[in-house]
């Protein structure tokens, strides 16, 4: 059956995250509320990812399937839980694959097994698909993990589902799901895909090339960051393929989900505020310094505190905060900073705290409750990427009045309006050049802003009364499933 332009359609999507399932990145965030905002516009949709160690499934007892994949056989369970109107994750539990330290890695070491536990998902998403009462109109793979989707879907499932379209989407081309050629073999998959247009990447096989190449539309998350990644310093390595594929690429900004970061009605928080009312976070100011052990004098509640959360790692880009440590001691202003990641960061960040216990105060780990608690009570947020595909704290950071100040790339560029004296319009301070000095040059004029009162709640109110939520993000990504779907029909002669 084929979609009118207006009738609800039926899309699944795959990938490797989502909340509250499974999170090591904005890609959670982000699956799980494109899902939720496509079922409050009235679609149906199934989000396929696997059932790791310690994700909670409740949602009862679920179907069961076999695969075979080259000579080893699947077990699969199906575990269904609703996540809002229209929408569902499905947990795929397959113990052997799935249940293990770490969703990608443990100890700093990929799985050996990556290529089989991610192409199984593919498989996987597959599978329940073709059990469904009612065919996909289109299936939605995200990032290299789900990029085996397209091939599997025109091979091993072209009988069971027919021609369903796939859209492809890149959260951030530095990971590229790579293993030896050898692993084509206990994939399934037949050698007439390794090719330079196929999943072969230097004699290699790519997840994410397959998801580029064999997907009938590629989508990234910001529109500076398709056209950044045409570039060789951006692309990865992937800039020639994408090139190949420039007509098929589009960038849709992500969204903010509203349920989840909404200053008014945010359950980790004490105290609520709005635009209209900023006192709650004049209080919760007081208390992130008390929670991280910083003094709460008048002078230093007189002066920003500059939050970061992030993973601590290369594309983040604190490189340049250890170069110029001093030079950010010397603002008037404090830090809170929450990440984990690569030891050389968390090190720099913990030390930094020893030394200035008064200015600076981090906690390195995971913690929902102090991410909401950072982005409510801090003034400025300090988010100096070497490059981001969309970046979310940004946009968190501006509905909750805190003032983001952003290397000018990828979604941080969109997503940012650079403020501008003459006018006293913007909703943040941008930098353009990856130094240190930029970056320092943006966090003082940000903080010579604060310093006028009027300037500065008119920023905040810029920023929090913009619309950062997914309804325009899901009504773009509709308009293209149905294009696929359109140039489909169209190509079948229907
Ligand atoms: P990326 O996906 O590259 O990590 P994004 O800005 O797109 O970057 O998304 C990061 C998400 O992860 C945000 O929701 C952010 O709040 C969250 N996050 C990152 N590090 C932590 C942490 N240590 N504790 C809690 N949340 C974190």
């Given at each position: 059956m084929l979609a009118s332009a207006q009738s609800s359609l039926s899309i699944v999507m795959v990938a490797s995250e989502a909340v509250p399932f499974a999170k090591t990145g904005g890609l959670a965030d982000v699956t799980s509320a494109l899902a939720k905002a496509l079922g409050r516009l009235g679609h149906t949709v199934t989000l396929v990812i696997p059932k790791y160690?310690?994700?909670?499934?409740?949602?009862?007892?679920g179907s069961r399937a076999t695969v075979a994949m080259a000579e080893r056989r699947f077990d699969l369970g199906f575990v269904e839980h609703s996540i809002g109107p229209g929408a569902a994750v499905v947990l795929v539990e397959c113990d052997e694959l799935?249940?293990?330290?770490?969703?990608?890695?443990s100890e700093g070491r990929d799985h050996p097994d990556n290529a089989i536990r991610f192409a199984m998902l593919a498989r996987a998403a597959l599978e329940y698909s073709s059990r469904l009462d009612r065919r996909p109109d289109v299936f939605h793979a995200h990032d290299w993990q789900a990029g085996l989707v397209p091939a599997y879907a025109r091979t091993h499932y072209a009988r069971t589902l027919g021609t369903v379209p796939t859209m492809f989407t890149i959260h951030?081309?530095?990971y590229q799901g790579v293993f030896p050629e050898s692993v084509l073999e206990q994939l399934d998959?037949?050698?007439?895909?390794?090719t330079v247009d196929g999943l072969e990447f230097w004699d290699q096989v790519s997840f994410l090339k397959a998801g580029i190449n064999l997907g009938d539309l590629v989508t990234t998350v910001s529109e500076a960051y398709a056209r950044e990644l045409l570039t060789p310093e951006m692309g990865f390595g992937f800039d020639g393929v994408l090139r190949a594929r420039r007509d098929r690429l589009r960038g849709i900004l992500n969204g903010v989900d509203t349920e989840v970061w909404d200053p008014m009605r945010d359950?980790?928080?004490p105290e609520t505020f709005s635009a209209d009312d900023l006192e709650g976070k004049r209080r919760l100011k007081r208390h992130l310094l008390e929670h991280f052990g910083l003094p709460t004098d008048p002078a230093v509640l007189s002066r920003p505190v500059v939050g970061v959360i992030s993973?601590?790692?290369?594309?983040?880009?604190f490189d340049l905060v250890a170069d110029a440590m001093e030079e950010l001691l010397d603002l008037d202003a404090s830090y809170v900073v929450l990440g984990t990641g690569d030891a050389q960061y968390e090190e720099m960040w913990r030390a930094a705290a020893v030394t200035h216990p008064t200015t600076i105060g981090a906690h390195i780990g995971y913690s929902e409750f102090l991410a909401h608690l950072i982005e409510a009570g801090s003034d400025i947020f300090l988010m100096p990427s070497r490059?981001?595909?969309?970046?979310?704290n940004q946009m968190y950071s501006m509905r909750y009045g805190t003032v983001p100040v952003v290397r000018a790339t990828g979604g941080l560029d969109d997503a940012v309006v650079q403020y501008d004296d003459a006018s006293a319009r913007g909703s943040g301070f941008k930098f353009r050049e990856f130094t240190s000095e930029a970056m320092v040059a943006a966090l003082r004029r940000a903080v010579n802003v604060y310093r006028d009162a009027r300037r500065w709640r008119a920023i905040q109110v810029e920023g929090m009364t913009r619309d950062f939520s997914w309804t325009a993000s899901a009504d773009a990504y509709v308009r293209e499933y149905r294009a696929l779907i359109a140039s489909q029909s169209d190509a079948a002669g229907d």
């Open positions: 160690r310690g994700t909670a499934a409740t949602g009862g007892a799935y249940d293990r330290d770490g969703l990608y890695a951030n081309i530095a998959l037949d050698r007439s895909l390794f359950p980790y928080l993973r601590l790692v290369y594309q983040k880009g490059y981001e595909p969309c970046g979310l």
